[in-house]
């Protein structure tokens, strides 16, 4: 009796979340997918993941380049090469390593799958995920140098975005200082695009509340 009970429960259940076409069935299968994806798929994400954000949306237009993923990359050093020679890094840095992962960049509205990773692990180059100043939502930056205190035992990090003029440094709207980031401030490490723009069905809804100069598309500085 028992498991002709269990039985029908479940046929009930996955009539109504699958194939009920009633207002019913529409609502329940609202639900449930919002329970599941919240306290289910999230927290199993972030388990595998080793982050507390595996899935992040780029809000900024700090990582563009001009066409993005068809982007030309000899031309975007031209129009970038003189803040990279002022930090001592030159064409053939980018070639290397330092381009190894999103050498097209990525641009606002792009959601990106991240990773944890331990600071050892971080390599000049990579794009890391980071707190930092009054900003709630981590900066998505290139790492461009590394710093390891044997006294401390700790790393410390020095980013910029691709397509921003200069590295963050106080004063700035969120007080951020990407200088010196202390290895407590990572929060993961971006590996890849999992699709383009289409976070910005969320990000439309918070443009009006950023600064004027962080609103809108993206064009390359």
């Not at 090469?81 to 930090?87: C, G, I």
């Not at 990106?112 to 890391?128: N, S």
């Not at 990572?186 to 999992?194: C, E, M, N, S």
Request: glycine letters at 8%; one cysteine or more; hydrophobic letters at 40%.
């Amino acid at each position: 009796m028992k498991n002709n009970g269990v039985k029908n429960f479940f046929k009930k259940f996955w009539y109504l979340l699958w194939k009920d076409n009633s207002v019913k069935g529409w609502i329940f299968a609202i639900v449930f997918l919002f329970v599941f994806i919240k306290f289910i798929f999230f927290p199993l994400l972030n388990l595998a993941t080793g982050t507390v954000l595996p899935l992040a949306i780029v809000e900024s237009c700090s990582m563009h380049h001009e066409g993005t993923i068809f982007s030309n990359f000899n031309n975007w050093w031209e129009r970038h090469e003189a803040k990279y020679s002022a930090l001592g890094i030159d064409k053939q840095d980018f070639r290397g390593s330092l381009f190894s992962k999103f050498r097209r960049g990525f641009t606002k509205g792009d959601i990106l799958f991240i990773t944890g990773v331990k600071p050892e692990k971080i390599k000049i180059g990579d794009i890391i995920l980071f707190n930092s100043g009054t900003k709630k939502s981590p900066i998505i930056h290139r790492v461009i140098k590394i710093e390891y205190n044997e006294e401390t035992g700790e790393y410390t990090f020095s980013t910029i975005g691709d397509n921003n003029n200069a590295q963050l440094i106080p004063p700035n709207d969120y007080n951020i200082d990407e200088r010196v980031i202390h290895e407590s401030q990572i929060v993961g490490k971006a590996q890849f695009r999992i699709v383009p723009y289409l976070g910005w069905g969320k990000l439309i809804f918070f443009e009006h509340l950023r600064p004027p100069s962080e609103r809108g598309i993206c064009y390359e500085n």
